[in-house]
């Protein structure tokens, strides 16, 4: 391996560095320009109540089929419907299905004059008195919440930061730290771009990306560490035993992002709006942590390594400078009080 | 270990877990035996799990402001008049139930009658009907096609008629208070530090609140933190017209109170009032009056109509000279922290947002069920239990007797957090619990395939089983251990931190990291010592997966 070795992952700092700067760049953008995209469980809506004044005392079958033929007539409509809920009150009981806010009032007017119609004219339902309304929500959003969850991040991300130096090197602990921070600034940009629907929940997807992002900190240094305490390692010069360090770290890192890709994956396809919420911003902090693990901070930990290095040997040039320029004047000293003798 | 021994430990380890996973999974079912007289159902640790709002449900509720009503409000209304014109004009005609009541009116229209108690009840009516006007697309220019309506609205309070078409708008006045009010009970709510809150704005003018099932008494929190009007200092009930202190042009309450917040002691509230010193000399003032005119006097807290809080003067002889009053209810008025917490929320929010001068009406307190919820958590079951199955099988491809020993670590881990889940108090499953689950069950994978990994290096050197398996986890132990104490601690300290979805994850991840170490660490090591026993000692290490390069001989 050369130094122009084009798979050398440790001498494209720069490289490593200008994806986040894009992605952070072209997530600000949007989110000066279209703000989050909110997703309708939390955040503005339109909905549709159908209420039934014997819903509470009927049976579990017949609260069932009221549902379902709302959900039919829904389906029927080809409206999205982003999810619904179901209650007992004092006068009966309803349902209340959600909508994107940007459904129109026509469309939910007529499909809420279809779902009576339905619930009126089924018989196995009985003779129940059914009403409905539409409704425009628009959400506040729990500013107290997002404070804190940032709070928090930066609380973690300075631990985190202490950890990693004391446990392995300073260079390790600055580049976790730096980590930490553009994994977080990236996984909220990637669900900017990728316009990802989020609720409150994005404020715990924002400290699990801190926490995957330490996890793959430990994980890439850990293994750099061994690596680089092993006697294979000591004679390298300090730029070559960190790009091969690094390299070996590579494996773990993805193996570790892999896992958890495939089963944030599925549990996104498979799990419905609720798991989405978190699942989706949780995909978006893998994936830019494996990017961090592999590719950036081992880059950042060599460059600080080597900047460091030759901070040392600089200091240690100027040392025996020194050193020898105290010599000399000794010895012109010692020379001319010779001389005088 | 020797081999009847793990045979006997393999088969109780495995009675364990079977019971122990049957205990979580088993639906419901009546014991068919009675224990003290009664008949008990057992209850499946599955069902006694606490869904958060995303996945179970949780309370709802509409504050209606002054001047608005819901509709079943208003059909109420009108019902109840049209029954008391049916029994006055009854009585009117001497009728006996026989005439349908809506022809006793066309006889009373046509007859031009003039009965006192009828005409006051078609005058009520009409006055009635005259104020309200449906919130729809027919009455109101900025709704379109909203014919299904669930509100009237007071024409005169808080309509204006626009210009431009004649249709009703909301009035600008009702606006502004209306969005101040939506602010404050955001801001109430929003410090409950509550696992999930989502308070929205419905109709552009009701605000729905909806909270966690967690919530203990979910009436009084919504009762209590929906209190509108000034806050007042008040000798009693009758003395409102002429508060003891109350904000005046110069100075708000703020002059007087730094902060008001709640505090438990001993299972008892305590509403904490810090006071300024102009607050100070206030309270001594007004509290030594009060003395000189009364022996046992009470200085109340009022917000609006409603006494939130009593102070008690009796062992005083003096004024209160004070900086601080710590308030808390004695014998049947002892104050729940709860009630505690949200009075002082609410006290707060009117030092630091100013009153809230909009009345806010409660509706019903809706108990709701997500309609998604049970069809989500069946798909995290099935991708959950897909996932760990392909897992186990690369494990026991790979390893053999250690992936058996990965099988029973997992099921451990499973069952451990499925238990605090279910038993922890505060512990809530929401998107984000799941999450963390899964990622305590990635992080004991990843731990026991570096482990055995570790394990195989080793042995592919030439040493023996023991020495492997030491070594193995000798050089794995830091590493895990490192990533194990370190998420810990960010947990733990971030649980403290945080609040709302935030604290919640922590807390499940808390444990998923506690266990998923435990497992790895510790359990594993210990399941695969006793399945080593199943086999013959030369033959442990192809139990285990693992290729002797040199000769087979060598183990032994």
């Known amino acids: 391996m050369t130094k122009t070795d084009p798979f050398r992952i440790t001498n494209k700092l720069p490289v490593w560095l200008a994806v986040p700067a894009v992605l952070i760049i072209a997530g600000l953008v949007l989110f000066f320009v279209l703000g989050f995209q909110p997703a309708a469980s939390i955040a503005d809506s339109r909905s549709l109540v159908v209420s039934h004044d014997q819903y509470v005392n009927a049976d579990e079958e017949l609260k069932d089929a009221f549902v379902d033929i709302c959900l039919a007539q829904i389906e029927e409509a080809d409206v999205e419907l982003i999810d619904y809920d179901v209650a007992d009150t004092a006068t009966g009981g309803y349902a209340e299905f959600r909508f994107a806010p940007e459904t129109e009032n026509g469309t939910l007017s007529s499909l809420l004059s279809g779902i009576l119609t339905a619930l009126e004219s089924d018989a196995e339902l009985g003779n129940g008195n059914y009403a409905g309304s539409q409704h425009d929500n628009v959400a506040q959003y729990a500013y107290d919440y997002i404070w804190r969850a940032a709070v928090s991040a930066g609380v973690a991300l300075a631990l985190a930061f202490v950890y990693v130096m004391i446990r392995y090197r300073v260079s390790m602990g600055i580049a976790a730290l730096a980590a930490g921070v553009l994994d977080v600034a990236m996984t909220l940009a990637l669900v900017l771009i990728l316009r990802i629907p989020v609720t409150t929940v994005l404020s715990a997807a924002a400290i699990f990306a801190v926490f995957f992002s330490v996890l793959v900190s430990c994980v890439a240094f850990g293994r750099m560490r061994s690596l680089l305490k092993s006697e294979e390692y000591a004679d390298k010069p300090a730029g070559e035993a960190m790009e091969d360090a690094a390299r070996a770290a590579v494996r773990p890192v993805l193996i570790l992002g892999i896992a958890a890709i495939v089963f944030f994956a599925l549990l996104s396809v498979f799990c419905g709006a609720a798991i989405r919420a978190f699942t989706l911003p949780a995909l978006c902090a893998v994936a830019a942590s494996t990017f961090s693990g592999t590719l950036l901070s081992p880059s950042l930990a060599a460059a600080l390594r080597v900047c460091w290095e030759k901070i040392v040997v600089k200091g240690a040039e100027k040392a025996r400078l020194a050193r020898q320029k105290e010599e000399a004047a000794r010895q012109e000293k010692r020379a001319a009080g010779a001389k005088k003798d | ?556």
């Open chain 2, 1 to 556: 270990m020797s081999k009847t021994k793990s045979v006997v430990m393999t088969v109780i380890l495995t009675i364990v877990i079977v019971l122990l996973c049957l205990m979580c999974v088993v639906p419901e079912f009546s014991i068919p035996f009675s224990i003290g007289g009664i008949w008990k159902t057992y209850t499946p640790v599955f069902s006694v799990i606490n869904y958060g709002s995303d996945l179970g449900g949780g309370y709802s509720a509409v504050y209606y402001p002054e001047g608005v009503i819901s509709a079943a409000d208003y059909d109420a209304q009108i019902e109840s008049y049209e029954e008391n014109l049916e029994e006055a004009l009854r009585a009117y005609y001497n009728d006996d139930q026989t005439t349908a009541a809506d022809a006793l009116l066309d006889r009373y229209e046509e007859e031009n009658a003039n009965d006192k108690a009828v005409e006051e009840i078609l005058y009520a009516k009409q006055e009635y009907t005259d104020t309200y006007v449906a919130y729809n697309s027919d009455n109101f220019s900025s709704l379109e096609n909203v014919t299904e309506t669930a509100l009237y609205l007071d024409a005169e309070e808080v309509c204006a008629l626009s210009e431009e078409d004649g249709k009703y708008v909301l009035s600008e006045d009702f606006k502004e208070e209306f969005s101040t009010a939506v602010s404050v009970m955001a801001r109430r709510f929003d410090k409950k530090n509550l696992s999930f809150l989502d308070v929205s704005v419905r109709d552009g003018c009701t605000i729905r609140v909806s909270v966690p099932s967690t919530v203990a008494d979910p009436d009084t929190l919504f009762e209590q933190l929906g209190y509108s009007g000034a806050f007042t200092l008040r000798a009693n009930e009758e003395s409102y017209k002429k508060p003891l202190l109350s904000a005046n042009a110069d100075y708000g309450m703020d002059h007087y109170f730094k902060k008001v917040s709640s505090l438990s002691s001993g299972g008892t509230g305590v509403v904490v009032f810090e006071l300024t010193s102009a607050g100070k000399d206030e309270i001594y003032r007004i509290t030594n009056k009060l003395k000189d005119d009364e022996t046992d006097a009470t200085l109340y807290f009022y917000v609006g109509e409603q006494q939130l809080i009593g102070l008690g003067l009796s062992g005083e002889d003096d004024g209160l000279d004070e900086r601080t009053l710590y308030i808390s209810g004695s014998g049947e008025n002892v104050i729940e922290p709860e009630e505690a917490e949200n009075m002082a929320i609410v006290l707060d929010s009117c030092l630091e947002e100013g009153d809230m001068n909009l009345s806010l009406s409660l509706g019903e307190t809706v108990d709701y069920t997500a309609g998604f919820g049970e069809e989500v958590m069946t798909a995290v079951y099935i991708v959950f239990g897909a996932v760990t199955a392909l897992m186990l099988i690369a494990f026991f491809v790979r390893y053999k007797g250690l992936g058996l020993a990965h099988l029973y670590a997992v099921l451990s881990y499973l069952i451990c957090m499925v238990m605090f889940i279910a038993f922890l108090s505060g512990m809530v499953l929401t998107a984000s619990g799941v999450a963390a689950v899964v990622s305590g069950a990635v992080m004991l994978t990843l731990g026991n395939f570096y482990i055995f990994e570790n394990i195989r290096r080793e042995f592919a050197t030439g040493k023996t089983l023991d020495s492997s398996i030491k070594a193995g986890y000798k050089r794995s132990l830091v590493a895990v251990l490192d990533v194990h104490i370190l998420l810990f601690l960010l947990s733990l300290i971030l649980f403290f931190i945080s609040v709302g979805e935030v604290a919640t994850f922590c807390y499940v991840f808390l444990f998923a990291v506690l266990t998923s170490g435990v497992a790895s660490v510790l359990l594993t090591r210990y399941y695969a010592y006793i399945f080593r026993g199943l086999v013959a000692r030369s033959r442990q290490y192809k139990f285990y997966g693992f290729k002797r390069e040199v000769s087979d001989d060598d183990e032994d």
